[in-house]
Every structure is written in C-alpha cells, then in structure tokens.
C-alpha cells in the first residue's frame, strides 16, 4: 500500500461493498449524486401516465376529432359529386371505363334528386337532405381516391395508412401525439351499433404504438350502459373493496415489470385495470343518455346510429380525443345489388349528424372539433352487372370505384364552403386537384397540430408515421 495513505487502516467491509455502496462513496460522493438522479428518472417513467395531455408542434385548429364512417363505400354521384351526363348516357355504353373489380355495364343515373344548399351552392342529393342545411360549413373533397377496390386494404389505407401491414391508426396516433383531456376515459372511442364492420378491431388497433393508445370498441345497439360497456359494474365487490383488490394487484404487477424490463403489454394491461376502475364512475355518466332532456333525445332520433351521435357529444364534453362512428356491422353501404339502399342508409345517419353539428354549435365544441365523413372508396358510374351467385339478376347497384371519390370535413380548422377537385364528367376518377388518402391524413395532422413528417415513433430501428415514407403533402386549400 502507498505510504501516503498508511493512517487509513485496513477494513473488512470495504471488500464486500454492493454496486449501490460503491457508487455513493466513488469520486467524491458524485457517484451518489448520479445514482440519485437516475432513481428520479426511472421513478419519473413508472409513473408516467402515457393518456397525459401533450402539445404538438405548433398551435393546433382543432382539438378532437370525430370521424363518420360510413363503412362499404358510399356512392359520390348519388351523394355529394352530382354527374347530369350519367344522365344523357343511362342504359349507354360510357366512353372512358375503367377496370372495376366486377363486371359493370351502361351508364347508370343517379335515381336521387340534388339540389344547391347554403350560400355556396352546394349541390347534395335528397340522401343528405339534413346534412345539406349545413352546406357552408362543409369541406368537400370530390376528388379523393385510393389504391385497390377492395374493402379490407382500402379500410386499411383510410384508418392506418397501409392497405397490407398491420400499422396504427389514425385514431391511436392522435392520442398517441395529444393524450387525452380525460383520465378516466379512453382517449380513443370506436362505437359501432349490431357487432363490427368489416376487418374488425384492425380498423382501430395501435399496432407497434404502445396499447393504451387503441380504440375501445363500443356496440350501441343496446340502450343500457351495462351492455354498452360490458363489466362496467362490479357486482360483487364496492368501489373500497375494489381500490384494495387493485393496489395488491399492481404491487405484484409492478415487481413483475421491474423482472420484464418494463414490458409494454404488461404496463398497458395494468393502466387498463386502473381505467376500469375509474371508469366505472365517469362513463356510467357518459353513456347514459337518458339524462338529457326528451327534446334533445328527440332531435338525435330513437335509433343506433343517433344513439351514438348523442354518446359521442356527450364524450366530447368529458375530453374524448377521437371517436369512429360506424354505421353498422360489415359494410352496410356495399350496394352492388340495389343502390337504392342509400336512401335507408341515409335516413339512419343524416338526421343524427345533423343534430350533432347543430348541438356542436350550440354548446362552443365546433370550433375546436375537427369532423370527417366518407367511407373506404366510391361507387361505379356504370351499373354492376350480375354474376352467377350474386346480385340475385338485379342490374340496380354499383361496384366499388377507388379511382375518384368525396369526403367531407367540417369543424375545427377547415375552410367551410369549400368544394375542392373534381372526378370527370361520369364521376369515374378524379383529374381536377386529385387527393390521396395519405394527403387527407397529412392534412388532418397538420389541423392537429402536427407536422407529418415528423410526427413519428420509433420501432423495430425505424421511424414510422402515419402518412409512411409515401410522397404527400398537406392540401392547404383546404385550410381556414
């Protein structure tokens, strides 16, 4: 040993010093100092609720978002995107068609009426009657298109962006980038009245994105909120008993994460069980919608679809991020037998959206709610020709048409009164201004707050986003 250090006599205990004994005494006591700090962050991360309020890059227009979906694809020429020369060419060979995923034949005019609304003159068919009072609010995209005729990929495309591989969705991205303003709900809603549309609980999964950012799923075809949200009461456990049951759980759960390296599922499962907990409380409230007045019930309408309109104002005054509203299970505007079904279709969502806009307005949550309505793709401008197991020898309806289609937006950050782009004159693609599913979700970001290119999450070593390494670009004209 050093003589300079002889007055320091030799001690057992110093051989047998922990890693943590070690640190506080090496350099001084910095060691000490370092440990410290890194407790602090690991402790910080324990607690780190992943729903917490987040800014995004710049001032957002809008705060949440509610998207209708009107899942199997509505037809633009009988909706919002009026055709006259289908009706010079019913029954007549069109002079530019395209491949379609069915056989199609003639021109086939639209059997619904359209007529201009609001100050804008917005052309809309008797389908949206209700819907076209609100015309100088509307956003009209008639020149949005997609990538195949095919549900489950464009379903895909319109939700996560990616038509073949299982990516997060839009939905789950947004909470992901603003949280939630409301920790005792989800921050992200998906009601769908009769069971689910087609692909499922793909349409609002988070893939790679941790899982509290997933959509939960709500069936409104139930009128009581114990079935809307199954085991939303305990029945055999109070709320103390329960807070006890729960704090022993996530003790257990958290040595157990401490062994898993912070595994992600685990730390979701156990966020689930804490939001169960407290839900139980906030969205017995929240769904329950016969504590509004009659008259309000009466404005929504006695149905599944205006049922879930009136949930979902009522969850966007709890702080609700984003919220899906389907309009049945599997994909009820798939018409290729008889286009005339639109008209059921649109007596079930018209007047609910309606009233949803007009309560929107009245209550101040316009301004700060972003809305979307459309479907996965179009419908032909020529009539679906019947083939053997199908169509049932009916030539009424329309096959899906990915080459041109309308989406609307309203709300929050969007220029109202606006129509952009345009198909061609049978309504078969869009030429003028055309719109890609990937530029209407740079674009919805961008009313969010965010910049799409730099909005992203790492996974697997890469940096992934919504609008994918696709060229893209935010369509400002549709911009207030």
């Known amino acids: ?132 009072a609100f015309a100088d609010d509307l956003c009209v995209i ?47 809603i998906a009601m769908c009245p009769g069971g689910m549309p087609t692909r499922r609980t793909k349409n609002w999964q988070s893939a790679f994105l941790p899982s509290a950012y997933q959509g939960a799923y709500i069936n409104t075809e139930d009128t009581r909120v114990e079935k809307l949200v199954e085991f939303i009461k305990n029945g055999s456990l109070d709320l103390k008993q329960q807070r006890r049951q729960l704090d022993l759980l996530q003790e257990l759960n958290q040595r157990n994460l401490v062994q898993q390296d912070r595994d992600q599922q685990l730390e979701a ?21 016969m504590k509004e007045p ?4 009466k404005m929504y309408g006695d149905h599944a679809f205006g049922r879930q309109c009136l949930i979902a104002r009522r969850l966007l005054e709890r702080g609700v991020r984003f919220i899906q509203l389907w309009t049945g299970a599997g994909q009820p505007w798939d018409n290729h037998d008889e286009i005339l079904e639109h008209r059921k279709l649109g007596q079930q969502t018209d007047g609910a959206m309606a009233a949803f806009m007009s309560d929107l307005k009245q209550r101040g949550l316009w301004d700060e709610t972003l809305m979307l309505w459309g479907g996965e793709f179009g419908r ?22 990915h080459y ?53 999450y790492k996974y697997a070593g890469l940096d992934f986003r919504l609008t994918g390494v696709n060229e893209c670009k935010v369509v400002r004209e549709l911009l207030a």
């Not at 001032?59 to 009988?78: I, Q």
């Open 1 to 132: 040993m050093n003589s300079s250090f002889s007055h320091h006599a030799p001690n057992l205990e110093h051989a047998f010093l922990t890693r943590r004994e070690l640190l506080q005494r090496v350099g001084m006591g910095f060691g000490s100092v370092a440990l410290g700090s890194l407790f602090t962050q690991q402790a910080a991360a324990a607690t780190l609720d992943p729903m917490a309020v987040k800014r995004p890059h710049f001032e957002p227009k809008a705060k949440r978002v509610v998207h209708f979906f009107m899942n199997g694809g509505p037809s633009h020429v009988d909706t919002f995107d009026p055709k006259p020369m289908l009706d010079k060419y019913d029954g007549k060979p069109l002079p530019n068609v395209l491949k379609t995923e069915r056989p199609t034949g003639a021109g086939f005019k639209s059997p619904f009426k359209f007529t201009k609304r609001g100050e804008c003159g917005l052309e809309v068919s008797e389908v949206f009657e209700k819907t076209g």
């Open 142 to 188: 008639r020149s949005m298109y997609a990538d195949v005729p095919n549900h489950e990929p464009s379903l895909g495309l319109m939700n996560s962006g990616e038509g073949r591989l299982n990516r997060p969705t839009m939905g789950s991205w947004v909470t992901y980038g603003l949280g939630s303003e409301n920790q005792n709900l989800p921050g992200y």
């Open 269 to 289: 499962r156990v966020q689930s069980y804490e939001l169960a907990y407290r839900m139980q409380m906030e969205a017995t409230d929240a769904f329950d919608i």
């Open 294 to 297: 009659e008259s309000v019930r």
């Open 380 to 401: 032909t401008p020529a009539v679906e020709l019947p083939t053997p197991g199908a169509n049932a020898g009916k030539q009424h309806g329309r096959d899906h048409n």
């Open 404 to 456: 041109g289609f309308t989406m609307w937006m309203a709300g929050g950050g969007v220029r109202g009164g606006y129509t952009h782009g345009s198909t061609d004159e049978f309504g078969f693609q869009a030429t003028e201004n055309p719109v890609h599913v990937h530029d209407l979700h740079a674009t919805i970001l961008r009313i969010l707050g965010f910049d799409h290119e730099k909005f992203t």
